[in-house]
């Protein structure tokens, strides 16, 4: 059975290929940092990404994609209260959007708030299939992650299993 730090690394990153899939939208005069960023957390340094984004952040608040790298960055730093606001703030911009739903669920799993991340869990599996599998093969192959990626609803099943 995987820990539950390395299964929720696991959902985080593979909530972050789903991200990072989508279309990169044009940053005024910070697209080049906002590119430097996403490179930064796909190598995964983590700290770099957080700042660069942070920048980013800063100039384009309404930049949904720079809002999710700040958050996922602040995730793997284990800044999560950081990560808390940042989720808070993408979920008032887009309330049914599924995967900042699983990104708090992981917030909410990670400080042992379990039935809130259940709760945020079957929300986040109700409204994206993608979230539900995980990460594809080309996602995976295109980020050397040779293991598959656990999804929401394995989560979200493990811990209706244990409450």
Same mark, same amino acid.
């Given at each position: ?35 430097? @960023? ?39 730093n284990r800044e999560i209260e950081a990560a808390r606001a940042?989720? @808070? ?10 995967? %900042? ?6 917030l909410n799993d990670i400080a042992g708030n379990h039935r ?14 993608? @979230? ?13 992650? %040779? ?9 979200? @099943?493990?811990?209706?299993r244990e409450l």
């Amino acid at each position: 059975m995987r820990s539950k730090t390395s299964l929720t690394a696991a959902l985080s990153a593979a909530l972050m290929a789903i991200v990072a899939t989508a279309e990169i939208r044009t940053l005024s005069a910070r697209s080049d940092t906002y590119a430097t @960023a996403t490179s930064a957390y796909a190598v995964g340094n983590f700290a770099r990404a957080e700042r660069l984004f942070a920048v980013v952040a800063r100039e384009n608040p309404d930049h949904i994609r720079t809002l999710q790298g700040l958050a996922m960055a602040q995730l793997q730093n284990r800044e999560i209260e950081a990560a808390r606001a940042s989720v @808070a703030a993408l979920i008032a911009k887009e309330p049914s959007n599924a995967c %900042h739903l699983a990104v708090r669920g992981i917030l909410n799993d990670i400080a042992g708030n379990h039935r809130s991340a259940v709760a945020d869990y079957a929300n986040a599996a109700a409204g994206c299939a993608a @979230a539900n599998r995980g990460a594809t093969w080309w996602q995976r192959m295109t980020r050397d992650v %040779h293991a598959h990626t656990p999804a929401v609803a394995k989560r979200l @099943a493990y811990l209706r299993r244990e409450l």
